[in-house]
């Protein structure tokens, strides 16, 4: 039901994925993994939900990135803060 609302079945595990820890960032190849979704589709949702300012990317720089996790090319994404904290006020 969800996945007719919001388009897409990747849209909806990542809304999901960001969501349940939102202050988390993770990496392109781990959010395909945890949607279980094809690489391709989920960087085409990021995209999506960057350019409607749900996530926003985030430097390497300012991830707490544990030993094994992604690489320093990996591109990190998280939930934009402004969006948890409207959804906290409803």
């Given amino acids: 039901m969800l996945e007719q609302?919001?388009?897409s079945k990747s849209r909806v595990k990542l809304l999901h994925i960001f969501f349940q820890s939102p202050?988390?960032?993770?990496?392109?190849?781990?959010?395909?993994?945890l949607a279980e979704s094809q690489l391709n589709a989920i960087r085409r949702e990021l995209?999506?939900?960057?350019?409607?300012g749900l996530i926003m990317p985030v430097a390497i720089e300012n991830v707490d990135v544990?030993?094994?996790?992604?690489?320093g090319r990996s591109k990190y994404y998280k939930l934009?803060?402004?969006i948890l904290c409207a959804k906290l006020l409803m």
């Fill in 23 to 33: 202050d988390r960032a993770y990496y392109v190849r781990e959010l395909a993994r």
């Fill in 47 to 52: 995209a999506n939900l960057e350019q409607v």
């Fill in 80 to 82: 934009f803060k402004h």
């Fill in 5 to 7: 609302l919001f388009g």
């Fill in 66 to 71: 544990q030993e094994g996790v992604g690489t």
